[in-house]
Structure formats: C-alpha cells, structure tokens
C-alpha cells in the first residue's frame, strides 16, 4: 500500500508523522496494562465468592432452565460452538451490542451480574444445548476471553445476556436471574469490605484505561489527518480490485 503515497509530499511531515505514531502507541501500551490489572483484581473478587455450593447451586439452576427451554431431541449429533464477541472495552468506555442478539433471539433471560459469575452459569447452559444438537454462540467475557459472558441459541430463539454494573438489557426480558442473590450470605458479609475495594480499584483502572484509549484514538485521527490529503485513493481501490481479482482465481 506504500506506493499509492505521495512520499515526496510526505517527507517534509515525517516527524509529525512519527510523534503521532510513537504517541498513540504508549497510549495503548498503558491501556492494555490497566486493562490486565482490572481484569486481575475482577477475578480476585470472584474467588472470594465462588464457593462448592454455589458452584453446585448455579448448575442446579442451569439444570431447571434446561429442563424448561430446551426440548430434548434424541439421536441429535452434538451442536457447533461459534465463538463471537459481543462487546468490547473502547474509548467509549465499555459497549454491549445486545441490539444484534435481540435481532436473533426473541426469548430473554438477562443476567444481573455484579461479581462476574456469569459463566458459572453459562458454561452449564452451554454442554446442555450442545448435547441436545443445537448450535450455539458463545460470547466470551472481553475483559477475561476463557469466560463466558454471553450466550445465544438462535435455532430456540433464546438468549442469556448479562448486564454488568452500569448496565441493563434492553427491552423486556422474559425473565431476570440476580446472580450475585445465590452467593451464600455469610461469604458475601466477610466478602464486602473486599468487594467495595475491587469494585472502587477496578473502576479507576477501567477508567484510565478508556482515556487512554480515547487519547490514542485522538494521535490515530491526527496522524490519518496528515496522511490523507497525500493518499491516492484511487489506487487504493485499484490495488484492491486486483487483489480481488487475484482471489477469485484461486
């Protein structure tokens, strides 16, 4: 892509140009490490809460929805997995796209989740419609990619979606789970004090981190703004077309 530049244009602007780049590049680099550490203080909190019981309780309970949701199809081949992330942490802060899964699922459960248990729920939900030969998308948490966050069974038309602090499920859903109501009441009481340091800790390292996000995306439009005018585009879609072309021979 380096030919459709105007390198004769460009080379008076070179050290703007690597400012720009230097700039956004430690502005991610702090993002990504405040990221890293409130994902790590998040599963701190979730260790204090998750207990054998709970474990036990949250399967219990994916074991009724199962039971009441899913019809039971013998002689099925296991159903496909999709992995799909639903949401992201931007210099928007972080964003949900529940408005897709609505598009494919008309029957809602929203999960109210505080403390992250989410997958703990989730996870059983999933093994149980596989097993029955629907397919499913799972949606792993962005702030920790080997949890579930998100689950959707388009073939039933039934979505588990959860709703952090800060956020809420668009709509009616058919039905609400508080997740954080099944931790045992004496783990949660000597938990609080804990609890009230992740949740203030982990805010403020979400925070930083969406600023900074927002300051790169700030050097990323300056750096685009110096470029562009010296850009061909033209031949930019040339390039592409012949690529294109090149494929379909294949």
Known sequence: MGDCYDKEALWPLRQQIMECMSGYKGCYQRAYRCLGAAAEIMEDQRSALLTDALSQKLAK???????????????????????????????????????????????????????????????????????????????????????????????????????????????????????????DSEVLRHSRPRLRFVKKVSAALMEEAVSSLALAKAMHDDLEAIYNPHVDFALVEKTALDIWDEILTF
Do not use: W
């Open 61 to 183: 309970r994916a074991r009724g929805i199962l039971t009441r949701e899913v019809p039971r199809r013998k002689g099925e081949l296991p159903g496909r997995v999709k992995l799909r992330f639903l949401g992201a942490v931007t210099h928007l802060g972080s964003l949900c796209l529940y408005d897709t899964a609505l598009a494919q699922c008309q029957r809602v459960y929203a999960l109210t989740d505080p403390c992250g248990l989410a997958h703990e729920l989730l996870v059983h939900l999933l093994a149980g419609l596989t097993a029955n030969g629907y397919d499913v998308v799972a949606c792993p948490d962005p702030m920790a990619p080997d949890r579930l966050a998100h689950l959707l069974a388009p073939q039933l038309g039934l979505a588990f979606l959860t709703a952090g602090d800060g956020q809420a499920v668009p709509g009616t859903p058919c039905r609400t789970i508080r997740l954080n109501t099944a931790v």
